[in-house]
């Protein structure tokens, strides 16, 4: 036998030997492969018909109009925009122009680099936001599944954790604010406790400490909330289940999730310190749970318990889920394997049911909402406090999946018949697909995107003509501060994507005073010498005027001069007006 036919042997065999180790972790992992197709499937009928246009159409929820969502597929672009450049200017997001910071204004939302290579690669923001909510949909069943697994639950009623988790009310009623859909981060954040408290090492501390950072980045709004329930439920694991000794891998944890979400959170709050406006309080308590909103349920309801008076927030996750949900927190709270895990939890959905209620939950005359605006930082501008039932529904379907569990572990351990034992199995499987699709969420509405090929023309003028440093100012400003006036904004944001050019306008969470200003001066009559002067002053090289039926010709004369400053119209199409600003010579 010669070298060479040796040599090919071996190589063969080594060759067989990483299929075989392929094939072995390929069936490993065949409960998550296969959920992960579970899940991909929900994601897009759920979302339907957005896949069939995913270049064009924006999916939603209980939202009437786009406006978040087109403020979110801006953030995005902007998020994938700055990347190449390093982020050295990433806070100086090209809005509210020429005013610094104005990224910090609304959610950074720095997990959106997911999709930054479908940007890159489409150009399309539009897909890249779809692609984004999908991911974010598969990655909440996933992660969910992880969490049933490390919680010692069996597979299949692991695929029922992250069926559910992918299923969840809330999560489509809200589907239109985008960066609310993640919840990949808070299921791996509570995963990787267990494993920490199971098994202290420096690497599962790294790992708690990503993961923490990341559920704080995901949604600034909702990582406060997140942080806030952290602390209140830490002391269920502190003085049993944590010794001294392990206190540096926690302290490892809390150093990683400190220097990922720091700087977020410090810009923020400079930012809503400089720019923010007391919020009115009846405001924070329209936007507060009531109890009778956990018995509502957003989609389709096998058992509707909700009562007669109407109401916009349903916050329920089924009936039958939250009855078998008091079954898991029982045989959570009796079981040894478990009740570290099920204490944790529920001390933290507890604390979330209670604080959705907001300023409606009172002790007497006490309201201990305010009080916590007053002693925690950044709750003062918390304004959706009905969010916490986020993490009340996250809790109810884990809960739930153990109800089920420890149910039919019960039972079948006292049936001794194969038969029975046969039957009992059956039922239990109906009896879980029953509480899972106990609501099922009804098709949301979806939006179609201006197409960006129709303002070509105005949009290339703008892109060539205006100097660097320079700004455009895009009318009509909205007229209210309703959602639905914003839409346009949004809309102006989108083509900014294009262009590059920073606007005067913007759509955010805060805004900056002398915007405000400057907007009630246009609202009240445009143009003026004045208002021309401070655009003029602000480098403010074209205005941008929408056309509409009602406004065929856009708002400004054709060519005018107000003292010294004047307006002249330089390009148009079908759908808007160029006028360049300048300033008469002395």
């Not at 050295?88 to 290579?117: D, H, R």
């Not at 406790?193 to 559920?215: D, K």
């Not at 401070?534 to 039926?549: A, H, M």
Request: aromatic residues 12%; positive net charge; glycine residues 8%.
């Amino acid at each position: 036998m010669s070298s060479g036919d040796s040599a090919d042997r071996v190589s063969g065999s080594k060759f067989q030997n990483v299929r075989k180790a392929l094939f072995a972790q390929c069936y490993q992992q065949r409960w998550i492969l296969g959920g992960v197709f579970v899940y991909l499937v929900l994601a897009l009928g759920l979302t339907w018909p957005v896949i069939s246009s995913p270049l064009s159409q924006l999916p939603l929820g209980s939202e009437p109009i786009a406006t978040v969502a087109l403020s979110n597929v801006w953030i995005l672009w902007w998020n994938a925009h700055q990347v190449i450049p390093g982020f050295g200017g990433y806070w100086n997001a090209p809005i509210y122009f020429p005013s610094p910071g104005a990224l910090a204004m609304n959610e950074p939302q720095p997990t959106t680099l997911l999709v930054a290579p479908v940007v890159w690669l489409t150009g399309s923001r539009i897909l890249a936001y779809n692609v984004f909510l999908w991911l974010s949909l598969i990655l909440n069943g996933v992660f969910a599944q992880r969490l049933a697994k490390v919680y010692g639950m069996g597979p299949w009623t692991g695929l029922w954790v992250g069926t559910a988790m992918v299923l969840l009310p809330i999560v489509h009623w809200q589907l239109g604010i985008s960066h609310l859909v993640p919840l990949w981060g808070i299921l791996w954040t509570w995963s990787a406790i267990e494993r920490l408290c199971r098994q202290p090492t420096r690497w599962r501390g790294l790992e708690l400490g990503v993961a923490v950072g990341i559920s704080l980045v995901t949604s600034m709004h909702q990582g406060l909330f997140f942080a806030l329930l952290l602390v209140g439920a830490a002391p269920t694991l502190w003085r049993q289940w944590i010794k001294y000794r392990e206190l540096p891998h926690w302290l490892l944890a809390v150093f990683v999730a400190l220097l990922v979400a720091a700087p977020f959170a410090y810009e923020l709050r400079q930012v809503s310190q400089e720019h923010a406006v007391a919020l009115e309080r009846e405001l924070v308590t329209y936007l507060s749970a009531t109890p009778g909103d956990y018995l509502r349920a957003y989609g389709g309801q096998l058992i509707d318990i909700s009562p007669e008076t109407e109401s916009w927030r349903m916050l329920s996750s089924g009936v039958i889920k939250f009855l078998l949900a008091l079954v898991g927190v029982y045989y959570g709270l009796t079981r040894l394997d478990t009740r570290r895990w099920a204490s944790f939890i529920l001390v933290m959905a507890l604390l979330a049911f209670l604080l959705s209620f907001g300023p409606n939950l009172r002790l007497g005359t006490w309201q201990p909402w305010w009080t916590l605006t007053e002693l925690v930082p950044g709750f003062e501008q918390v304004r959706s406090v009905l969010r916490f039932a986020f993490f009340v529904q996250m809790a109810v379907v884990i809960f739930a999946a153990l109800g089920v569990t420890g149910l039919y572990q019960t039972c079948r351990d006292r049936v001794k018949s194969s038969r029975l034992r046969a039957a009992l199995q059956a039922g239990f499987v109906l009896l879980a697909l029953t509480a899972l699709f106990e609501v099922y969420p009804k098709r949301g509405e979806h939006a179609t995107v201006t197409d960006v090929n129709q303002h070509k023309v105005w949009v290339e003028y703008v892109r060539e003509k205006t100097p660097p440093g320079y700004g455009i100012a895009c009318l009509p400003f909205p007229s209210t501060g309703r959602i639905q006036d914003y839409l346009l904004t949004c809309e102006w944001m989108y083509l900014g994507s294009f262009h590059g050019v920073p606007l005067v306008n913007g759509y955010s969470t805060h805004s900056p005073e002398e915007n405000r200003i400057l907007q009630g001066k246009i609202l009240a009559g445009f143009p003026t010498p004045e208002i021309l002067r401070e655009l003029y002053k602000s480098n403010v090289k074209f205005i941008v005027v929408q056309r509409s039926p009602d406004n065929p010709k856009g708002a400004p004369p054709r060519d005018a001069t107000l003292g010294i400053y004047w307006i002249k119209r330089v390009c148009e199409d079908e759908l808007a007006e160029v006028y360049e600003l300048g300033r008469s010579r002395p």
